[in-house]
């Protein structure tokens, strides 16, 4: 018995040695263009403020520019503008004061403990006999991002950060009931990306008592929203722009349904923007039915947390209406652990590894020619399926000894355990 669990100890260490040394060599063979380097553009972007100029209006100008001669090199990569709102234009400053190579060691080491916090979160959510498994899958969860290969990981992009820091915060309220600083850290990161107001739905689906609280945070990012135009007018003026032109110019619909469906429009000249909107309201309202439903469950004691959270956090990630690779990414293992429990149902471990291996492979090779579409349908596919595997459970579990065992685990959870 102590020979297996060494060889587990030795595998699991060899895993997370063999993905540390990936980083570095992906780096150095597939180095991401500057186009497509999120780190340029915010350094762009801190340049432009040194120089006393407005990022917003120096990007805008570049892409013109870029666009104007488009039909001379079509095939060139185009560049992207700073789009985060004005708020976060102080903070830029700040950084550029910093001398450069400590600014990137800074930057780094923050992106790989956002990366790492959102995988160990994630870990957390199995169950003792999928304890094991995801343990092994974890390191492999960067190179991933929603279970299809992609190299978003060597961008550099802020989200990882965001993340990270949401993830975490969640983690102490799961932990301790205590969400101030889940709240303060999601207001503080739609700073940069307004759409991640929706992970406020997190405490309100899986703990008591948190309507006011997170409506008043929800309440606090709009009022910094809307003041920014009062504080920065014509800063607030040029961002509108430079974020109307990631659709007019670079396409950059992301990958929710809605995304989708507005790219496709895009493609064939026709108008996009209420088609795009209404299709959002459709599904949104759906998604956010269902979640409430299944978190009614939950809180009767029918699901445990572990059963639960990947669910729900795909729910949660599905009521932003752009997504991007990056909101993807954290979603790495709990979407595999929703694929996992949906293959098991009613199947051995072995037909349900086949199963899930074969799907993934499938996606896998889908997603070689068509990566958003591939992935915005998966996810979508995914939380229909864990839905329904989590409505069967609850139905099965309602009035019997494992509901009141579940209560028991709420009651716990709001008052301190740990997940």
């Not at 990936?22 to 991401?32: F, K």
């Not at 609850?394 to 009035?399: F, I, M, N, P, Q």
Request: glycine share 8%; charged share 10%; with cysteine.
């Amino acid at each position: 018995m102590h020979g297996r669990s060494d060889r587990y100890r030795l595998t699991l260490v060899v895993f997370w040695v063999l993905a540390f040394a990936t980083v570095p060599a992906l780096w150095v063979l597939q180095p991401p263009p500057p186009g497509l380097n999120d780190l340029h553009v915010y350094g762009n972007a801190i340049r432009s403020l040194q120089a006393g100029r407005d990022p917003y209006a120096d990007g805008i100008a570049v892409q013109r520019v870029f666009h104007g001669q488009l039909a001379q090199h079509p095939d060139a990569i185009p560049p992207y503008t700073y789009v985060y709102s004005p708020i976060t234009l102080p903070l830029l400053r700040a950084i550029g004061r910093l001398p450069s190579g400590i600014a990137g060691a800074l930057y780094w080491a923050m992106y790989a403990a956002g990366l790492l916090a959102a995988v160990l979160v994630g870990v957390r959510f199995a169950e003792p006999g999928e304890t094991r498994l995801f343990n092994l899958l974890a390191p492999a969860a960067a190179f991933f991002p929603g279970l299809l290969q992609a190299d978003v990981l060597m961008s550099g992009n802020l989200a990882y950060i965001l993340y990270g820091l949401v993830f975490a915060t969640a983690l102490v309220g799961w932990r301790r009931g205590d969400w101030r600083w889940f709240y303060i850290a999601t207001v503080g990161v739609s700073c940069f990306k307004a759409p991640m107001l929706t992970l406020l739905a997190i405490p309100v689906l899986s703990a008591r008592s948190q309507w006011l609280p997170a409506g008043l945070a929800a309440g606090g990012g709009l009022v910094l929203f809307a003041a920014q135009p009062l504080l920065w007018p014509s800063l607030f003026h040029n961002y509108l722009e430079a974020v109307a032109l990631q659709f007019s110019y670079n396409h950059d619909f992301g990958l929710s349904l809605a995304g989708l469906l507005g790219n496709v429009l895009f493609y064939y000249g026709l108008p996009y923007s209420l088609a795009s909107t209404l299709c959002y309201l459709v599904y949104g309202s759906l998604v956010l039915a269902t979640l409430l439903y299944l978190s009614r469950r939950y809180f009767a004691g029918d699901l445990s947390l572990e059963r639960w959270m990947p669910v729900a956090l795909l729910g949660v990630v599905l009521l932003n209406p752009r997504i991007k690779e990056y909101d993807i990414a954290p979603l790495t293992l709990p979407m595999a652990m929703v694929l996992w429990r949906v293959c098991a149902r009613g199947n051995s471990m072995r037909r349900a590894a086949v199963t899930a291996s074969l799907l993934f492979a499938a996606a896998n090779a889908i997603a070689i020619f068509a990566w958003k579409p591939t992935e915005g349908i998966l996810l979508v596919a995914l939380f229909i399926a864990g839905s329904w595997n989590l409505l069967r459970e609850s139905r099965k579990s309602r009035g019997s000894p494992v509901s009141v065992a579940g209560a028991d685990r709420i009651a716990f959870r709001d008052g301190a355990v740990s997940v």
